[in-house]
């Protein structure tokens, strides 16, 4: 089912400085995207055949700025990406995982996205995502 890392999310309080970071070790800023949705900015940062994420919340009230206030920054999830997500959503849901997201929605990067509850991945937050590139 999963084909690879898509891509490690990480809340951010601040998306520049986190970007100033990760230029640091190496990395070249690839883009930089306003999903309302979700209520981030979110710079990617290729490394490899995988992404950095990092999340900086635009608004108190999502889900990352909750993320940064209970936990602090850092990881906030772990996404793998698919062939067919709604297939996925159902093969991994038949096997006992509660979803956080029963059908697919419009993410990141022109991606479609689901999350599985963290209670039910040993406390990670798992995101599936469908790459359109």
């Not at 490690?8 to 520049?16: C, D, F, P």
């Not at 635009?58 to 990406?81: C, R, W, Y």
């Not at 479609?112 to 209670?119: E, Q, R, V, Y």
Request: charged share 30%.
């Amino acid at each position: 089912m999963v084909k690879k890392i898509s891509h490690i999310g990480i809340a951010v309080k601040n998306l520049e400085e986190g970007i100033a970071f990760y230029e640091k070790l190496g990395l070249k800023l690839e883009a930089i995207e306003e999903v309302p949705s979700q209520m981030v900015r979110v710079a990617f940062l290729p490394c490899g055949d995988t992404r950095i994420e990092l999340l900086e919340p635009t608004s108190e009230d999502s889900p990352v700025a909750k993320f940064i206030e209970k936990k602090g920054e850092g990881i906030q999830h772990l996404a793998f990406a698919v062939d067919d997500l709604p297939q996925a959503l159902k093969d991994i849901e038949a096997q006992g995982v509660r979803l956080i997201d029963k059908e697919p929605r419009a993410g990141a990067h022109q991606a479609d996205i689901a999350f599985l509850h963290p209670k039910s991945t040993n406390g990670v937050l798992i995101e599936l995502c469908k790459e359109k590139h």
